[in-house]
């Protein structure tokens, strides 16, 4: 009869530490959770000052503002890229003019070579005749 009761209060006691355990995981885990929600909205808390002083600092000091690693091309840049488009617009319509003049010689030589062509056909007419 000893025995037994014995062997009833080891087995609650396993029981229990197992229980204890789980419950401080379980602390430990909620603990580490509530820092990190709370690191992270520090840190949030501190990005969005950094972002507002710096906003107030370009409005304020009429600078390009920089935005990251790609940040946006820089005003001589822009003015580049116009000239250069610029300059292709202009060799495209060079080169539209020049189609243009082409076509027209091309018209005027096969009109030319079609005059040639009845002046032949009708001085041929005339000497069969005579």
């Given at each position: ?28 885990v909620c603990f580490w959770l509530i820092y990190q929600v ?71 030589e096969d009109q030319e070579e079609a005059n040639k062509h ?13």
């Amino acid at each position: 009869m000893i025995k037994r009761a014995l062997s009833r209060n080891h087995r609650s006691k396993g029981i229990k530490v197992k229980h204890v355990l789980q419950i401080c995981l379980l602390l430990g885990v909620c603990f580490w959770l509530i820092y990190q929600v709370k690191h992270s909205h520090d840190k949030k808390r501190e990005f969005d000052d950094k972002d507002a002083k710096v906003s107030v600092k370009a409005h304020s000091d009429d600078e390009i503002l920089k935005l990251g690693r790609k940040d946006l091309p820089q005003v001589q840049e822009a003015a580049k890229n116009e000239k250069h488009e610029d300059e292709e617009e202009d060799a495209v319509e060079e080169e539209e003019k020049e189609v243009r003049k082409q076509e027209e010689r091309d018209a005027v030589e096969d009109q030319e070579e079609a005059n040639k062509h009845e002046e032949e056909e009708h001085d041929d007419g005339e000497n069969k005749r005579g």
